[in-house]
């Protein structure tokens, strides 16, 4: 199996991903209020989501990824789809991300000192599917088994989708990322990365020590990284730090801006940090991420400054 992430580190330390996919829609004027989220711009404007996967490659992205995370069957379904259509909807989100760096890629200044991007089909956790939280919360009153065949249908669909690799970000508990670990098994040719959400410096959002996350992911062969997602920045580093003494799979960092969402409104509220976000990303290289970028809330304009950073002379552009 062809691990994509080690292919692009065997040649620089550090994998710049994209930034918020939803909202940079809505920033964009798109109105998300639906529990399909993001999805429900595949069904009306997916122009707009492939003009934002290619602003990202021009920020710097070595990975866009996709806009499938809240895009499972059971929400389509209540929205009145057909399984086969909710699952072309599902590539379709794929061909978006691929034409957009297809795009990008045919300009030749745009491939100086760069790799050709990845693709990364984002698999949200059971919560998204829910729509009310639960990605912040954990604590599902259902089985891994049942965990499992939540996540087959759509990993069927995306493993063949022409997707570099699988995203399973958010998830809120070591549970679900170990029920989707041994679903990466019934397709042995498909490479993730998991991104936990956490509530601390020490905790995923359902209480488990990511310390124990990070043993107990460490040596499977189809994680390509692991690493935190949609938490607020202050408490990455140390979120690394405890991950990195029990696992040398590449680290990801992408956190939200550092505003608070609250679940229940389904907004966010206050402002981020002092210290700026690409400055930010220079601890989080420190304390071992190689795939760095952001989640909710960060835009085009932060990828560009992440991208801009020093990180020790490792980007072929500095």
Known sequence: MQNPI?????????VILDGALATELERRGANLADPLWSAKILLEQPDLIRSVHLDYFLAGADVATTATYQATFEAFERR????????????????????????FWRVPANRV?????LVAASVGPY????????????HYAVSEHALREFHRPRLQVLARSGADLVACETIPCLREALALVRLLEEFPSLSAWIGFSCRDGKRTCEGDLVADCAAALHGCPQVAAIGVNCTPPEFVGDLLGDMRSHTDTPLLAYPNSGERYDAAAKSWHGH???????????????????????????????????????????????
């Open 80 to 103: 009145g789809l057909a399984r086969e259509a909710a699952a072309q909807v599902m590539r379709d989100a794929v061909d978006l991300a691929v034409a957009a760096r297809e795009q």
């Open 127 to 138: 919560g998204a599917m829910l729509a009310d939280g639960s990605e912040y919360r954990g």
């Open 272 to 318: 981020a940090g002092p210290v700026s976000f690409a400055e930010q990303s220079q601890s989080w290289y420190a304390a071992g991420a190689r795939l760095i970028g952001g989640c909710c809330r960060t835009t085009p304009r932060d990828i560009e400054a992440i991208r801009r950073q020093d990180y020790g002379s490792s980007l072929p552009w500095k």
């Open 6 to 14: 080690d292919d692009f580190l065997a040649e620089r330390h550090v």
């Open 113 to 117: 000192n760069r790799r050709r991007p």
